[in-house]
């Protein structure tokens, strides 16, 4: 059958690999000139910029690395250790590893009690039932207990571990408040630690996308074609993109959810239209900062993660790209990749967020010269916050969407090219088997009363 699939970052890249494998006839729209959406790769001056994700996370990330074995480049992505320090507000410089939580507890700032109080945390944690998938809403959802993670944090790791060891953790990964974020996801992420593993596409994330629609069958992709209209047609839909119609069986919507829902406003419920549109987006900005030549070679990490007791931070982390992906930068560059945190925004011009951004990086990793380029990535709605309640709210409208419409995004569980991936290939799934006669049973996480009135 054919069927439409609205949007080519990862998610829809994924539910078009699905549904192409599944022997359905596809066709891919995407409004930019390439896939990627929030993760595609700007090339400027050399350079090889990441407009968004950072990393993949190994076993952490199971469907995507399942995918990319499929398409048999799995082996092709470049590891990175993610040697990190933390600099203190005295610029006291404290040395850990991104992705070993066990190397934070050799902060000197943590007493014996910290690192007891987190020991006996830890342990909890490790006997406690907690998500088995952190990227399936409906699993998150049956154990968001309502709380947020800096209020568990506080009350189970003491306020110097918040400070030291979530704080620059989270403000890094998602570069908002620990106070905006519910418990599921970081918990079920803290869980499987041990699994974690840093790697990067030797063209950069947005390679991803551009892997699973290569590798995608009997798809047809539509670059530089925004799709204006969406109209159910009795028992089919049709899609207006490229200055005309196109009819489809079904659809996979794999956009941001306030897109989705303006597309699909006449034919879907005022409460599933409200649910969508009221989808918490923040913004959020990083800074690319491009040097011919590396001013600092030597450096011994790879990360800075700014910290401090109690004080508001504008940077999050700061990333020597060259160590993190090394086909970012011709030879001999460097780029430092600034990522600010979201709160200070809205107090923030361009030219404020450029000007902390080169300050920030000489803090971090000593004077250089002026460089290249500084390039600014500013998004009004940047990534999306899953705060309590709110995996039940999304996954209430999954079996509330019209017959054959299925939709996919990160905003289902928390931002990520896995959260993104999982979402297209589970609508892809569903979408299937809506078209051939064989749909799964609707999931029991969540019912209508759970939407808005």
């Given at each position: 059958?054919k069927?439409?699939?609205?949007?080519?970052?990862?998610?829809?890249c994924?539910?078009?690999?699905t549904?192409?494998?599944?022997g359905?006839?596809?066709?891919?729209?995407?409004?930019?000139?390439?896939?990627?959406?929030?993760?595609?790769?700007?090339?400027r001056?050399?350079?090889n910029?990441?407009?968004?994700?950072?990393?993949l996370?190994?076993g952490?990330y199971?469907?995507?690395?399942?995918?990319?074995r499929?398409?048999?480049?799995?082996?092709?992505?470049?590891?990175?250790?993610?040697?990190?320090?933390?600099?203190?507000?005295?610029?006291a410089r404290?040395?850990?590893?991104f992705v070993?939580?066990?190397?934070y507890l050799?902060?000197?700032?943590?007493?014996?009690?910290?690192?007891l109080?987190?020991?006996?945390?830890g342990l909890?944690?490790?006997?406690?039932?907690?998500a088995?998938n952190?990227f399936?809403?409906?699993?998150?959802?049956?154990?968001?207990?309502?709380?947020?993670?800096?209020?568990?944090?506080?009350?189970?790791l003491g306020?110097?571990?918040?400070?030291y060891?979530?704080r620059?953790?989270?403000?890094?990964?998602?570069?908002?408040?620990?106070?905006?974020?519910?418990?599921?996801?970081?918990?079920?992420?803290?869980?499987?630690?041990?699994?974690?593993?840093?790697?990067?596409?030797?063209?950069?994330?947005?390679?991803v996308?551009?892997w699973l629609?290569?590798g995608?069958?009997n798809t047809?992709?539509?670059?530089a074609?925004?799709?204006?209209?969406?109209?159910?047609?009795?028992e089919r839909?049709?899609?207006?993109?490229g200055g005309?119609?196109?009819?489809?069986?079904?659809?996979?919507?794999?956009?941001?959810?306030f897109?989705?829902?303006?597309?699909?406003?006449?034919?879907?419920?005022?409460?599933?239209?409200?649910?969508?549109?009221?989808?918490?987006y923040?913004e959020?900005?990083?800074?690319?900062?491009?040097?011919?030549?590396?001013?600092?070679?030597?450096?011994?990490?790879?990360?800075?993660m700014?910290?401090?007791?109690?004080?508001t931070?504008?940077?999050?982390?700061m990333?020597?790209?060259?160590?993190r992906?090394?086909?970012?930068?011709?030879p001999g560059?460097?780029?430092?990749?600034v990522?600010?945190?979201t709160?200070?925004?809205?107090?923030?011009?361009d030219d404020?967020?450029?000007?902390?951004?080169?300050?920030?990086?000489?803090?971090?990793?000593?004077p250089?010269?002026?460089?290249s380029?500084?390039?600014l990535?500013?998004?009004?709605?940047?990534?999306?916050?899953?705060?309590?309640?709110?995996?039940?709210?999304l996954e209430?409208?999954?079996?509330?969407m019209?017959?054959?419409v299925c939709?996919?995004?990160?905003?289902?569980?928390?931002?990520?090219v896995?959260?993104?991936?999982?979402?297209?290939?589970r609508?892809a799934l569903?979408?299937?088997?809506?078209l051939?006669?064989?749909?799964?049973?609707?999931?029991?996480?969540?019912t209508?009363?759970?939407?808005p009135?």
């Amino acid at each position: 059958m054919k069927v439409i699939v609205i949007g080519g970052g990862p998610a829809g890249c994924a539910a078009a690999y699905t549904l192409g494998k599944q022997g359905h006839e596809v066709m891919l729209f995407e409004a930019a000139d390439k896939v990627g959406g929030r993760t595609k790769q700007l090339h400027r001056d050399g350079f090889n910029l990441g407009t968004g994700a950072l990393f993949l996370m190994g076993g952490i990330y199971p469907r995507t690395f399942a995918l990319l074995r499929e398409l048999g480049v799995a082996d092709k992505v470049v590891p990175w250790a993610g040697a990190a320090e933390l600099q203190d507000n005295d610029d006291a410089r404290y040395r850990v590893s991104f992705v070993n939580l066990l190397s934070y507890l050799k902060i000197p700032t943590l007493t014996f009690g910290d690192r007891l109080k987190i020991a006996s945390a830890g342990l909890r944690l490790l006997l406690s039932r907690q998500a088995a998938n952190p990227f399936d809403s409906a699993d998150l959802a049956r154990y968001d207990t309502k709380e947020d993670l800096e209020s568990w944090s506080r009350r189970n790791l003491g306020d110097r571990a918040h400070e030291y060891i979530v704080r620059p953790i989270m403000d890094f990964l998602y570069a908002v408040p620990a106070s905006w974020l519910s418990l599921p996801f970081p918990l079920s992420i803290i869980k499987q630690a041990n699994k974690m593993a840093l790697s990067v596409p030797p063209e950069g994330i947005g390679q991803v996308s551009e892997w699973l629609v290569a590798g995608a069958r009997n798809t047809t992709v539509r670059l530089a074609t925004a799709v204006d209209e969406v109209e159910r047609r009795g028992e089919r839909y049709a899609v207006f993109a490229g200055g005309e119609w196109h009819e489809a069986d079904g659809l996979v919507l794999a956009t941001e959810s306030f897109v989705a829902a303006r597309l699909m406003a006449g034919f879907i419920d005022q409460r599933v239209y409200t649910t969508l549109m009221e989808t918490p987006y923040t913004e959020y900005a990083h800074v690319q900062i491009g040097y011919a030549k590396n001013p600092w070679p030597n450096y011994p990490v790879d990360i800075v993660m700014p910290v401090g007791y109690g004080e508001t931070r504008n940077i999050g982390a700061m990333v020597l790209q060259s160590r993190r992906h090394p086909g970012s930068v011709p030879p001999g560059g460097e780029a430092v990749g600034v990522y600010f945190n979201t709160p200070p925004l809205a107090h923030l011009s361009d030219d404020d967020i450029r000007r902390e951004a080169v300050e920030g990086a000489m803090r971090a990793f000593g004077p250089a010269p002026e460089p290249s380029f500084v390039h600014l990535f500013r998004y009004e709605k940047g990534l999306t916050i899953a705060g309590p309640g709110h995996y039940e709210r999304l996954e209430a409208i999954y079996d509330k969407m019209p017959p054959r419409v299925c939709l996919a995004g990160d905003y289902f569980s928390q931002a990520g090219v896995e959260a993104a991936v999982f979402s297209g290939e589970r609508a892809a799934l569903k979408l299937d088997g809506a078209l051939n006669g064989t749909a799964p049973k609707k999931r029991s996480a969540a019912t209508m009363d759970l939407l808005p009135s």
